[in-house]
């Protein structure tokens, strides 16, 4: 009972409390002002992106003849344990 008491006061509290909500209204004119507005913006991203995009494509880049020798690059040049043909393939020599 107590408590149904606390809830209403403070219903009734933050009724008078609270300020008067500001209503936004908004026309049919402005969404479709504010629509027209992005999809050219969509557009000219779209282009911008598209033209930086062939631009950076075709730039050449540099090719070499040989790659570094990094030495964390540790090349096997020893045959594997189990030999040239692989660990579980037969492969029928005639």
Sequence with gaps: MALAAARSGLRSLGARAAPARRRMSSSVH??????AKWEKITYAGIVTCTLLAAYNLSKGHPHFDEPPAY????????EFPWGPDGLFEIKDHH
């Excluded at 402005?30 to 629509?35: C, G, P, R």
């Excluded at 964390?72 to 020893?78: E, G, P, S, T």
């Design 30 to 35: 402005d969404d479709a002002y504010e629509t």
């Design 71 to 78: 030495p964390y690059l540790h090349i096997r040049n020893k």
